[in-house]
C-alpha cells in the first residue's frame, strides 16, 4: 500500500519554463489536495478536488491549474514558472467518515525556479 | 474563512523534558487536526480531536471549541520528537479544506 505517491521529487526550473507535477493515491479516496509550504509560512491549499471532476480553487491558486485525471491522480501544472512559485508542493488525500476526514500526505517535491 | 495561529513558534527542550504547544482558531471548526512534520519533511497525522481529550503514547491534544483553542502535550521529550508541529482546522461542510497554522519548530536535544 504507497499511499499517495508524488513524482519528481525534486525539480529545477528556468524562469518561464512549464511542468506538471503528478500526484497518485491508492486509498480510493474521493478528496485530494495541493498544498504549497514556504519557509515559516505553514502550508497554504493551492488547488483541491472534492470528488472526480470536480476542482476548485485554495488560498493560493494563481499561477496553477490543476487535473483530476480520475479518482486516483491529481497533477497540478505550472505554465509559467516564476521565482515565487519556489516551494515545496504537497499533494494529499482525504477519506471522510461522518465528519472525520482522514488525510495523508505524499513526500513532497521541492521545487526551485531560477 | 477560518484564521488558525500557532504558539510559541519555536521550542528548544532537552531530553525529557514536557511542552504544551497551543493552537487558536478564529471561527467554529468541526475538524481541528494536528500533524507531525519529521526532520525529513513527512507529514504525519497525531490527532483528529475537534472536541475533548485524547492520548497516543506520550502525546495528547485537548481541544476547547467554545473557547476556540486547542493544546498539544508532549511528556518526557526524545529526540525523535524534533520536528514542527502543525495544527489544522476546517469547518462543517467545506469538502475537507484543510488551513494551516504556521507551526511550532521543536528542537529536543540530548
Known amino acids: 500500500n504507497a499511499g499517495v505517491t508524488q513524482t519528481p521529487k525534486f525539480q529545477v526550473l528556468k524562469t518561464g519554463q512549464s511542468m506538471t507535477l503528478q500526484c497518485a493515491q491508492d486509498?480510493?479516496?474521493?478528496?485530494m489536495y495541493w498544498y504549497r509550504q514556504d519557509p515559516g509560512m505553514g502550508l497554504r491549499l493551492i488547488y483541491y478536488?472534492?470528488?472526480?471532476?470536480?476542482?476548485d480553487k485554495g488560498e493560493v491558486p494563481n499561477g496553477y491549474n490543476v487535473s483530476r485525471l480520475n479518482k486516483r491522480e491529481f497533477s497540478l501544472r505550472l505554465e509559467s514558472a516564476a521565482p515565487s512559485q519556489t516551494s515545496v508542493y504537497f499533494c494529499?488525500?482525504?477519506?471522510?467518515?461522518?465528519?472525520?476526514?482522514?488525510?495523508?500526505f505524499g513526500s513532497g517535491t521541492r521545487l526551485t525556479v531560477v | 474563512g477560518i484564521q488558525v495561529e500557532q504558539s510559541p513558534p519555536d521550542l528548544i527542550l532537552q531530553e525529557g523534558a514536557n511542552s504544551t504547544l497551543r493552537c487558536n482558531f478564529s471561527d467554529s471548526v468541526n475538524n481541528l487536526q494536528w500533524f507531525h512534520q519529521n526532520p525529513w519533511g513527512q507529514l504525519i497525522n497525531l490527532f483528529y480531536i475537534p472536541s475533548g481529550t485524547k492520548q497516543n503514547g506520550r502525546l495528547s491534544a485537548t481541544t476547547v471549541a467554545t473557547e476556540r483553542y486547542s493544546l498539544l502535550y508532549i511528556s518526557s521529550s526524545q529526540t525523535t520528537d524534533s520536528g514542527v508541529y502543525f495544527c489544522?482546522?476546517?469547518?462543517?461542510?467545506?469538502?475537507?479544506?484543510?488551513?494551516f497554522g504556521q507551526g511550532t519548530t521543536l528542537q529536543v536535544k540530548p
Open positions: 489544522a482546522a476546517h469547518r462543517s461542510g467545506n469538502t475537507g479544506k484543510l488551513i
Open positions: 486509498m480510493n479516496h474521493n478528496s
Open positions: 494529499a488525500s482525504s477519506e471522510q467518515s461522518g465528519g472525520y476526514y482522514g488525510y495523508t
Open positions: 478536488s472534492a470528488s472526480e471532476g470536480t476542482t
